[in-house]
């Protein structure tokens, strides 16, 4: 594995999300909610606007549902991402002295905060170790033969004990772009891939070959 993360590091350019909240834990914290069945291009100028406005627990509170939900408009679920970064605001305030959580407990402990989001905060916003566990890192780790594991969840438990320490921050970053780019859930491009050479391809199936127009001459 340690081979394959090399390479991808080579391979990719890092993840914007890493410029857009400058590793500041509450940003990386409300940026990841919104990011939830969001595409990048879509989540990151919502973030944009939405962090001119507030940036801090203190700023997004003063804040009204409808204008935080015009801001990030038109993310996935944008109501409901607007109260949940309300909320978690305001627990932050109370229960936390304002100040982003830096253990996964906590973090949980805040509305729409999940295990992936927890431990992208601890890793990019406190730059503590952490292993971010999505539908990428989760299909392309069990897709390379490293693990055989049937969740994310258990992916990531998995991989906290067999992955080495150095590789843990990084493993989200290269894994999302390679899923994004390369090594898509179905039709993976292996034929450009920068470490085929080191996959299994576990349930990998062929890509799907474009249909082509047919014409049918009547006699």
Request: charged fraction near 25%; hydrophobic fraction near 35%; aromatic fraction near 6%.
């Amino acid at each position: 594995m340690a081979e394959v993360l090399e390479t991808l590091e080579q391979t990719y350019d890092f993840h914007p999300m890493g410029a857009l909240t400058q590793q500041n834990p509450y940003k990386v914290l409300v940026a990841c909610v919104l990011s939830l069945r969001t595409k990048d291009e879509v989540m990151i100028p919502a973030s944009e606007r939405l962090f001119a406005v507030a940036d801090t627990p203190e700023k997004m509170v003063a804040l009204s549902p409808e204008t935080i939900e015009k801001l990030v408009f038109p993310c996935g679920f944008y109501k409901t991402k607007a109260r949940s970064i309300i909320d978690f605001s305001q627990k932050l305030l109370d229960d936390f002295d304002g100040q982003t959580p830096s253990t996964i407990d906590e973090l949980l402990t805040l509305k729409g905060v999940g295990r992936k989001t927890a431990n992208l905060v601890v890793g990019l916003g406190h730059g503590l170790p952490a292993i971010c566990v999505d539908t990428h890192v989760h299909r392309i780790c069990n897709r390379l033969g490293y693990i055989q594991t049937k969740t994310p969840e258990e992916t990531e438990m998995v991989l906290r004990e067999k992955l080495p320490l150095p590789y843990w921050k990084v493993i989200n970053t290269v894994m999302v772009l390679h899923g994004q780019q390369t090594c898509k859930p179905i039709g993976p491009r292996c034929d450009v891939c920068k470490v085929a050479h080191l996959c299994r391809r576990v349930d990998v199936k062929p890509r799907p070959i474009p249909k082509q127009n047919m014409t049918i001459t009547k006699k």
